[in-house]
């Protein structure tokens, strides 16, 4: 199957600072990445949706200046948590679809940030 | 917009027993259906997918998961679980169209195998 990865996987940050957290398609062009946020023992709930090339589309009660999404590449998603704050300690996992099957969606292992 | 339902909030039952975790969904146009796994510590995993053709569905590990497109339901089961199918299970849905689009989850079951 398709593999997606997402780096780090761990990353522990002091309160105001930005971390910058990337989704890579290791085997396939993928065209349209998401983002999404797991809280413990919760669902994933989408964040945002990204088509290489363009702006991010976000969902409705995201912050679109906190949490900057950039697709440059057809293999490379990043999302960057600026001016970070505990309530922003999350699981963020990114997923992506493209050529290979835009039908369905490949899952990164996610990333846990916890903001101090 | 699209909204998914899993009533089983906490399932929890004995090896060898039977599963059948519910799942509906509301939308009026054409799905795509699926189900994941999330093992403790472990990321996404999936277990079977729906697109279209024969309704029932098989999947890895023994799971399987019928499409009832008049109930707008995609029911996740398995004849005989195992202590290592505790995980957390989300049923997730898309709306079939040219072009990749979101997924919306339920809000996960979590089943606990006993020995």
């Known amino acids: 199957g398709a593999v997606v990865s997402q780096h780090p996987s761990r990353v522990i940050c002091k309160s105001g600072t930005s971390v910058k957290i990337e989704c890579r398609s290791l085997?396939?062009?993928?065209?349209?990445m998401f983002w999404y946020r797991q809280f413990p023992k919760q669902s994933l709930m989408l964040m945002a949706t990204s088509n290489e090339g363009s702006k991010a589309t976000y969902e409705q009660g995201v912050e679109k200046d906190k949490f900057l999404i950039n697709h440059a590449s057809l293999t490379l998603s990043t999302l960057t948590v600026t001016s970070a704050h505990p309530e922003d300690s999350s699981f963020y996992i990114c997923?992506?679809?493209?050529?290979?099957?835009?039908?369905?969606?490949?899952f990164g292992p996610g990333t846990r940030l916890t903001v101090l | 917009a699209q909204s998914v339902s899993q009533h089983n909030h906490h399932v929890i039952l004995s090896e060898a027993a039977s599963l059948e975790l519910g799942c509906n969904y509301s939308y009026g146009g054409t799905v795509n259906l699926f189900w994941y796994v999330q093992y403790p510590g472990q990321h996404l995993q999936l277990l079977l997918k729906y697109f279209s053709g024969d309704p029932l569905v098989k999947g890895i590990k023994g799971f399987e998961a019928e499409f009832i497109k008049s109930k707008f339901s995609f029911n996740l089961r398995k004849p005989s679980v195992q202590w290592s199918d505790t995980a957390e299970y989300f049923c997730?849905?898309?709306?079939?169209?040219?072009?990749?689009?979101?997924?919306?989850f339920g809000t996960g079951t979590r089943l606990q195998v006993t020995l």
């Open positions: 085997d396939f062009q993928a065209t349209t």
């Open positions: 997923s992506a679809a493209g050529t290979r099957a835009y039908n369905e969606q490949f």
């Open positions: 997730a849905v898309n709306e079939r169209t040219g072009t990749a689009s979101k997924l919306t």
